[in-house]
């Protein structure tokens, strides 16, 4: 069972950028598609950025432009670059792969956008 471990989040200021981290236990190079999803307060858990294998992604209007999500399959490591954060972006970041069956999901790393 693969085991996502999600890093990087923290406080920042409106406009800053983070680097969120997504270390797997175990070989990710068989699941096509790895993504970055969010869940904000009161909200339900929602995809930002997906990555097929081969490189192409796709991002939600709401980040694209903004965030750019990467693999590295050598390292079972997915990554989310965020520049130009807003106070909307603040939630709890979670990896998982895209589509069934999702891979029990990890404690997620929490992104504060705020001044």
């Known amino acids: 069972q693969v085991q996502l471990v999600e890093s990087g989040g923290g406080l920042v200021q409106p406009g800053g950028s983070l680097r969120l981290a997504c270390a797997a236990s175990?070989?990710?190079?068989?699941?096509?598609?790895m993504g970055w999803y969010r869940q904000a307060p009161g909200k339900e858990r929602e995809l930002v950025a997906e990555?097929?294998?081969?490189?192409?992604?796709n991002y939600a209007s709401s980040v694209k432009g903004r965030f750019t999500i990467s693999r590295d399959n050598a390292k079972n490591t997915v990554y989310l670059q965020m520049n130009r954060l807003k106070p909307e972006d603040t939630a709890v970041y979670y990896c998982n792969r895209v589509g069934t069956p999702l891979i029990p999901w990890g404690q997620g790393t929490r992104v504060t956008v705020s001044s």
């Open positions: 175990r070989s990710i190079f068989s699941i096509t598609v």
């Open positions: 990555i097929i294998s081969g490189g192409n992604s």
